[in-house]
């Protein structure tokens, strides 16, 4: 019983992370009914500037640990939102008009680019850090195992609560959160009733990648280690979060990354690690045979 609850504690934990990711993707779809394939890098990107965020606050000492923390989640973000921003306007905005696999390839392209960027610049090695939220409760204890909570893990959960309020709110009761409902369901109409639909696509891709950074600075202070190929392995993961719980729902990627976390946990516990991908996968493609718009999302109306 211990085992499994230490599980679940880890895959929680895990799956906030994939459903911060999936997030970014599902927002995108919902706008302008693309995939954008270079949002796994955008979070990579995140976890390297918030290393160097870190290493510079070390460099100069005796910064108090809550303060440091604040200041590299804000730069982590601001410098993270500017990337998006930019892919936004290289890699969607001129190709908006063309044929819609256009902005697919060059999204490609843009992750590509991003990988060996942040390869050139800062090798292609694991890069570590030290621990900095250190501590942890115990929950359970028999006499061979103990359930242990660190508190990087109930900040880790705590922050994807909080976000995910923030963000739900900020959809449902700004005027930011009507202009994009109102370019998801008709970008012409929306334009036509004085919705700036450029400033609020672009808009959607700084949030994005703002919750890209924090999910790449928990991804950073959970694991210790990171490097320019984790983009690709945990876009791939939160593309198929937000797929499994429905393209195009808030709560549909964070239930997605939640269910893509525990699998991944529960299958490395209890069988061989090497098919946990494919366990995460073969759950996606059932749910699709008996869910083809997975599990919260809705039909795409077709509009004549």
């Not at 290289?90 to 390839?105: E, N, T």
């Amino acid at each position: 019983m211990e085992y499994f609850v230490q599980q679940l504690i880890n895959g929680v934990t895990l799956g906030s992370i994939y459903g911060l990711i999936a997030i970014g993707y599902t927002m995108v779809y919902g706008i302008i009914g693309m995939i954008n394939f270079a949002h796994g890098d955008i979070f990579m990107v995140g976890s390297f500037i918030a290393l160097m965020t870190f290493i510079a606050l070390g460099i100069l000492g005796g910064i108090w640990l809550p303060l440091a923390l604040l200041v590299t989640l804000l730069v982590t973000m601001v410098i993270t939102a500017a990337y998006g921003w930019t892919v936004e306007r290289l890699a969607y905005r001129p190709l908006r008009g063309s044929f819609r696999l256009a902005p697919l390839i060059s999204a490609i392209g843009m992750s590509i680019f991003l990988q060996n960027y942040v390869q050139l610049l800062q090798g292609a090695r694991v890069r570590p850090l030290q621990p900095v939220i250190e501590g942890h409760f115990i929950l359970m204890k028999s006499a061979h195992f103990s359930v242990v909570l660190s508190y990087m893990q109930i900040t880790i959960v705590l922050v994807t609560v909080i976000l995910m309020a923030i963000f739900a709110t900020l959809i449902s009761k700004t005027a930011l959160g009507r202009a994009q409902r109102a370019c998801e369901q008709d970008s012409l109409m929306a334009s036509l009733l004085g919705i700036n639909v450029d400033r609020t696509i672009s808009l959607t891709f700084i949030i994005g990648s703002l919750l890209a950074a924090v999910a790449g600075m928990l991804f950073l202070l959970y694991y210790g280690v990171i490097d320019f190929y984790i983009g690709f392995l945990a876009g791939m993961k939160a593309f198929t979060a937000a797929v499994l719980g429905g393209i195009g729902s808030l709560p549909g990627a964070m239930l997605g990354g939640l269910i893509i976390g525990l699998i991944e946990t529960f299958w490395s516990a209890y069988f061989t690690i090497e098919y946990k991908d494919v366990a995460a996968f073969s759950v996606l493609v059932l749910v699709l045979i008996f869910f083809p718009t997975g599990l919260l999302g809705q039909p795409e109306v077709e509009k004549v």
